[in-house]
């Protein structure tokens, strides 16, 4: 065997070799590291946001912060900014469970999101009212439209800014069709399906008014789900709530005027309410564990953060081509 043979094979094993060892680095970094390090999503510190007159107890701070998914949250040296949905369900179980948690603020800012997270979170809301007993205001940032109001709906109270942004109440389902573009190229596609639907907003035809009906039956009933919400959250009759649910939005002012909020006022506002009610408490955060792990988790996420963008691109074009219903308030 020729010498540039053996030095081709030599460098094809140490490929190999490094790939090993970097998917075994990833693995370890990601869970045992994390263990080691304290960056467990269940270990929580408690940072004091504003202090109280009372130290007995906590009022805490939680917050949505952007579109609510579960784009498969990172605890590890990977994890990205944004909203982190398992992260947050793990900060509300925790406020919850919590006997020096008093009370809970929800600052939310987000324009909604997927239908299944936002029931999530809901589903969490309520167990922490009645399960746990703990009052739950929400404070609304510049946004808290469709699924972000889905999930203030059975709080305490719902405190707005005059100029947030609410409503957009209902569901949206959306894809991109691409076919007569393909067509004008030249692009043909084959398609072998089981059965006529299998391929049900297929971005490379014409949508059927089969499809279209499957695809409203999923919608319609979110929807109801939705108004359900509502009503029992804001005790409405279902009729009032399907005249305010038809998609438009309000601003604070206007929410307070149809009674889809308590009150008009800013964060501090929401906090003085709640001491009002259960005491002048501490208003704390729930941080995850910093140290050793933090920093270098924010070193890997500097040194990929062009990768985040490529990634985030990834993500909204596979999920325009998957059929997905939204709370969502698109701008």
Do not use: C
Not at 17 to 22: G, L, N
Not at 215 to 240: H, N, T
Not at 304 to 316: A, I, M, N, T, W
């Amino acid at each position: 065997m020729s010498r540039k043979r053996w030095l081709a094979l030599i460098a094809a094993a140490m490929l190999v070799v490094a790939s090993i060892a970097v998917n075994a680095a990833t693995s370890f970094l990601s869970s045992d590291f994390e263990s080691v390090f304290g960056a467990s999503d269940q270990d929580w510190n408690e940072q004091v946001v504003d202090q109280g007159t009372e130290l007995t107890g906590n009022i805490a701070l939680l917050e949505i912060n952007g579109v609510i998914q579960d784009t498969g949250d990172q605890l590890g040296l990977f994890a990205t900014d944004g909203y982190r949905h398992r992260l947050f369900l793990s900060q509300i179980d925790h406020a919850a469970k919590d006997p020096m948690v008093k009370g809970i603020i929800i600052r939310i800012n987000s324009p909604g999101g997927g239908v299944v997270e936002s029931a999530e979170i809901y589903e969490k809301v309520l167990e922490a009212k009645r399960e746990y007993k703990k009052p739950i205001y929400v404070s609304m940032g510049s946004m808290a439209a469709s699924g972000g109001y889905y999930i203030a709906a059975p709080a305490d109270k719902i405190v707005a800014s005059p100029q947030t942004i609410t409503g957009s109440l209902g569901v949206i389902m959306e894809s991109i069709n691409f076919a007569e573009l393909a067509e004008n190229y030249g692009v043909k596609f084959n398609t072998i399906k089981s059965g006529p639907y299998k391929d049900i907003m297929s971005p490379s035809r014409e949508m059927t008014e089969g499809d279209r009906a499957i695809l409203q039956s999923l919608v319609d009933e979110s929807y109801d789900e939705f108004v359900r919400v509502i009503a029992e959250g804001r005790q409405m009759s279902e009729q009032k709530v399907r005249q305010l649910a038809d998609g438009r939005i309000y601003s604070g002012l206007q929410a307070k005027e149809v009674n889809l909020i308590d009150e008009l006022g800013s964060l501090d506002d929401t906090i003085k309410l709640m001491r009002d009610q259960i005491g002048g408490y501490n208003v704390v955060r729930f941080e995850t564990n910093t140290g050793l792990y933090s920093l270098f988790s924010m070193s890997v996420q500097k040194l990929f953060s062009s990768d985040h963008e490529l990634v985030g691109l990834e993500k909204l074009i596979s999920n325009h081509r998957s059929p997905t219903l939204k709370y969502l308030y698109a701008e």
